[in-house]
């Protein structure tokens, strides 16, 4: 991966304050200062684009990759259960574009990875000589343990909590990154089918650089997660189960007590464990969620509707959350091996959040798009 010396520095700014804010996260629970540095950062990067790389229109269909042909569609729901992020729903149309067939799975990062010899943000050192020159004068050197690189890990609670503190079954585990997604002790063995996780935006958008794609703008993830069908509350149609049939892989219980794995898997599943979509998509729902180019702000569909239909739309130029305002985030659609009707129904096609670019989880991945056309129109599918 080549990275110009901007990129290199901006990129350094960015791994170290996530580091640090972790850090005074693990300092001071209330995140006031974490998020100061959070407002540091957003200062410090640019306005979403959407990263261009195309395919000449005569190039052969893409290995393990599905031509979306592109179209009108309703963005967004204010359906019973949708959350407010998702009015009012609106126009929007999109151009015909690749999108990969399932997540990234940890096979295919490991190839990258070894090819490259990237290091992913949580598995990167904190060098606090280069740190603190992005910090206020002043500020402490956090100890060495703190400064240790890490990442967030799911944690089932020993009982019901209230549903209303995340923290409550979410903890920062020096350690984690996507070889031991649990932390140390833990690992990928068997798991090479599965998505990878525990990668940030950043090495999602290296990845695809390195395997010449792109990350799918949040219009285009919605639209191919509808699979051509127009305005249903799931991918496959407006019933959960149709038939009694688990058409996704979410969490079954009681949330975050205990997974049964009714559906087959508690955590995440082999990619394909699904149907696919109309598109021929998998998990296009739940399993894990999937980081996409666009800032994320909460009212971004509040400010896009009254622009009328929008032709593939990049996303807002900054991100903003109201319930979470310094923090800027990218947005991630798609739900995930977590998300179950009581807490979250984010399995839903219109259903999206916003993370920190800066931060992995163990319910995160992506998947890769790629504009251009298909060799022969509707050869693909
Ligand atoms: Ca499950």
Redo the contacts with the bound molecule.
């Keep these: 991966m080549r990275r110009g010396s901007w990129k290199r520095s901006r990129g350094w700014i960015r791994d170290t304050l996530t580091d640090l804010r972790a850090t005074i996260r693990r300092m001071n629970p209330t995140l006031a200062s974490a998020r100061v540095l959070a407002s540091a950062l957003f200062a410090l990067t640019c306005a979403a684009c959407a990263d261009t790389t195309s395919v000449a229109a005569t190039e052969a269909a893409p290995p393990g990759m599905r031509w979306i042909p592109g179209g009108e569609f309703t963005m967004g729901s204010d359906a019973p259960g949708a959350n407010p992020n998702e009015a009012p729903p609106h126009r929007v149309r999109v151009d015909g574009f690749w999108l990969d067939e399932t997540a990234v799975t940890n096979a295919e990062f490991a190839r990258f990875v070894e090819a490259t010899k990237y290091v992913t943000v949580a598995e990167r050192p904190v060098d606090w000589e280069e740190m603190k020159k992005t910090v206020a004068p002043g500020t402490p050197k956090p100890s060495e343990d703190m400064l240790a690189p890490g990442s967030l890990v799911f944690t089932p609670t020993k009982e019901p909590v209230p549903l209303d503190n995340l923290y409550g079954w979410w903890r920062w585990q020096h350690g984690a990154n996507w070889r031991q997604p649990e932390g140390p002790g833990s690992s990928i063995a068997g798991r090479e089918s599965h998505p990878v996780v525990q990668v940030a935006w950043e090495d999602a958008v290296a990845y695809a650089k390195w395997a010449g794609k792109r990350l799918p703008t949040e219009a285009e993830w919605e639209f191919a997660a509808r699979g051509g069908l127009e305005g249903k509350r799931f991918a496959w149609g407006d019933e959960f189960r149709p038939d009694g049939k688990a058409m996704a892989?979410?969490?079954?219980g009681t949330f975050p007590v205990k997974?049964t794995?009714?559906?087959?898997?508690?955590g995440t599943?082999p990619v394909k464990s699904f149907p696919p979509n109309g598109y021929g998509l998998y998990d296009m729902a739940g399993n894990v969620w999937n980081w996409c180019s666009d800032w994320f702000r909460s009212d971004a569909h509040v400010l896009a509707a009254p622009e009328g239909c929008c032709q593939n739309p990049v996303g807002p130029r900054d991100s903003w959350d109201a319930t979470d305002p310094l923090a800027p985030k990218r947005v991630i659609k798609g739900g995930s091996?977590l998300c179950c009707a009581s807490y979250c129904e984010s399995y839903r096609p219109s259903a999206r959040r916003g993370t920190p670019p800066d931060t992995g989880s163990s319910h995160v991945g992506f998947r890769c798009a790629k504009s251009g056309a298909p060799q022969v129109p509707g050869s693909a599918r």
């Design positions: 892989n979410i969490y079954t997974d794995g009714e559906d087959g898997f508690a599943a091996f």
